[in-house]
């Protein structure tokens, strides 16, 4: 697996990623992006699951794969020890998104998040018209979806301010993947996809010593 | 063996013995001046022999893994659904080492054996072995299997632990451990089980002291009775509801202690066939193994410290309904192996099963198993 194979938003993130370092990605479906990182970034880490048959496509992959149940916590890892918590596209399907937040800075020295925006014109359309929205990103209707945490850009920039995170960056995607300028001024109204890169809350014990 | 069996499995398979005069020096500080190995294998060695796999038994299990020994064999050995052909631990293109521990009853030295210093059998005499003192013999028959290392060794339960114990003794010999339904050491609860079961045992008033041989009788009341206990923790309460549920053999109530219900007769069967094919003083010895059990305590109790010496690659499974040896266990071992930065998969499978899960054909568990191998 090369990067360039992977899906845009994993490119985009997988650019942020320095060669060699330590890699944890939660929800790493059949593991593609870890195996291509490892290909070309000499990254190590691990990929966390909970589906079966894409811990099989992990293993295929030849990536090291935990199951976990991201919703019983990541307790079982250190403070620091990764460089990188990845969560693409997973944040909406969790019991405590809050918490898990908090556990991926304190694991990670660096947190990449990506999420569906909630706030995209085409689910405002829906909701005008007195629907939960449907879009091609979105295929469930609410009563199969698994997706029971949705927020938009507006939300997420308020749950870091909230949190007091240190956003490092954000990027947007529309429905092709592509990084429109239009998309950068009104991410909130335009942006299919959001991604993140925090670092931890700048006022606390953990980044004062990283500072130091 | 059924022609449906027979194409399905290694076939007919014959146990082989080795005999080793270099003494050994056990654990717990006796030495065993010579002994016998008895194993069978399965596959092919190519020439590099690169494609060896260890399989380690679990408390009850023995040498015969996988195939029959005679065509009226009703049944196959204990591992032959994962074992074959086209399997998961897949016999065309793996060579297969599937050894009986010491202190064993299907064939290597053990208490049943002659024992050359008293001129009787061991019985009683035959000293604790530990899961290292397994791991040195086993290391000592790839010697003279001539195999320098072992593509993967692997286990379930008290095999799980020989594989983990593998991998931390002679990391240069194991490239991937496959550790399953195990625990880097027993809890407490477990400890209580196996006193339990030997005090079944060694109350049984044909028991003699352990030297029930020499009075031609074994002492059944108290193995079926540790047998019974085991199996029952070896199952899942929703396990066993789901086959027995409250049926019983006759409608209506005897009013007494005969068996009326189907797990009971269900117990009683499973422990006679137990009796007829196991030794007591085996069973004793196995479960105080599994006691002992406690790779880090060298270690200042830390694992992650005792896994920092490994340099396999590990699988770990458990079972969601295993509470003899539940998930939390092998999350332990998880846990110390990525605090270590070693490459490791697990996965916790779902079944009701229990801790037996592990010998049974669970689709998910065995396509795991399969896709795993597949990539060594």
């Known amino acids: 697996m090369l990067i360039k194979n992977l899906r845009r938003e994993h490119i985009l993130v997988a650019n942020w990623i320095k060669k060699g370092s330590r890699v944890l990605d939660l929800g790493c479906g059949d593991g593609s992006f870890l195996a291509a990182l490892r290909t070309e970034k000499q990254v190590s880490g691990y990929g966390i699951e ?163 | 063996m059924n022609a449906n069996q027979a194409e399905k499995s290694i076939g007919i398979v014959i146990p082989k013995t080795l005999g080793f005069d270099q003494p050994l020096l056990l654990d717990s500080g006796v030495t065993l001046e010579s002994y016998e190995m008895c194993y069978e294998t399965y596959g092919t060695l190519n020439q590099d022999k690169t494609n060896a796999i260890l399989i380690c038994h679990a408390l009850s299990g023995d040498h015969h893994a996988a195939g029959y020994y005679d065509l009226k064999d009703k049944k196959p050995g204990w591992w032959d659904n994962c074992i074959g052909p086209g399997k998961p631990v897949d016999t065309n293109k793996f060579f297969i080492v599937s050894p009986n521990n010491l202190g064993g009853c299907g064939g290597s030295t053990g208490p049943l054996s002659h024992n050359p210093l008293s001129g009787r059998s061991y019985g009683p005499d035959f000293p604790i072995v530990t899961v290292r003192d397994w ?124 068996v009326e219900f189907e797990i009971e007769s269900y117990l009683r069967y499973q422990a006679e066939s137990f009796v007829e094919r196991f030794d007591a003083n085996t069973y004793l010895l196995m479960t105080r193994s599994l006691d002992y059990f406690d790779p880090a305590q060298n270690n200042n109790n830390d694992l992650k410290l005792t896994l920092a010496q490994t340099s396999a690659k590990f699988l770990v499974i458990s079972f969601s309904s295993d509470w003899r040896f539940a998930p939390s266990r092998s999350q332990e071992i998880v846990r110390a192996l990525t605090d270590c930065e070693k490459d490791v998969t697990y996965s916790e499978i779902k079944s009701e099963f229990g801790h037996d899960s592990f010998l049974l054909p669970i689709p998910d568990y065995h396509r795991l198993l399969h896709a795993y191998l597949g990539k060594i």
């Not at chain 1, 405590?96 to 990506?114: F, W």
């Not at chain 1, 996809?193 to 980044?207: G, M, V």
């Not at chain 2, 899942?236 to 109530?253: I, K, P, T, V, Y």
């Open chain 1, 50 to 212: 909970i589906d079966p048959a894409n811990i099989e496509a992990c293993i295929k992959n030849s990536v090291n794969v935990l199951q976990t149940n991201l919703d019983n916590g990541l307790h079982d890892f250190e403070n620091d020890s990764f460089d990188y918590v990845v969560m693409s596209q997973t944040i909406q399907a969790i019991n405590k998104p809050y918490e898990v937040i908090d556990e991926m800075l304190r694991i990670g020295k660096e947190v990449i998040v990506t999420f569906p925006n909630m706030g995209h014109w085409k689910c405002r359309l829906q909701f005008l018209m007195g629907k939960m929205p449907v879009t091609t990103h979105l295929p469930n209707t609410w009563y199969s979806t698994p997706n029971i945490h949705m927020c938009t850009v507006r939300d997420f920039n308020n749950l870091c301010r909230e949190k007091n995170i240190d956003i490092k960056s954000k990027t947007f995607l529309d429905t092709h993947h592509n990084q429109v300028i239009g998309m950068q001024l009104l991410p909130n109204l335009l942006a299919e996809i959001a991604i993140y890169r925090l670092n931890q809350p700048l006022d606390s014990q953990k980044s004062d010593s990283s500072f130091a």
């Open chain 2, 135 to 258: 791991v040195e013999s086993q290391a000592r028959l790839a010697d003279k299997l001539e195999i320098e290392s072992w593509a993967a060794v692997m286990g379930g339960s008290l095999g799980g632990m020989q594989a983990l114990q593998w991998s931390i003794d002679y990391p240069k010999r194991i490239h991937h451990a496959i550790v399953i339904a195990a625990a880097p050491k027993l809890s407490t609860q477990n400890i209580a089980f196996n006193e339990i079961s030997r005090q079944a045992i060694m109350a049984d008033k044909d028991f003699h002291e352990g030297r029930y041989t020499e009075h031609n009788i074994v002492p059944s009341h108290g193995l079926k009775l540790a047998r019974m206990i085991g199996h029952v923790t070896y199952l899942s309460d929703g396990g066993l509801h789901a086959r027995f549920g409250r049926e019983r053999l006759e409608n209506n109530a005897r009013f007494g202690f005969n």
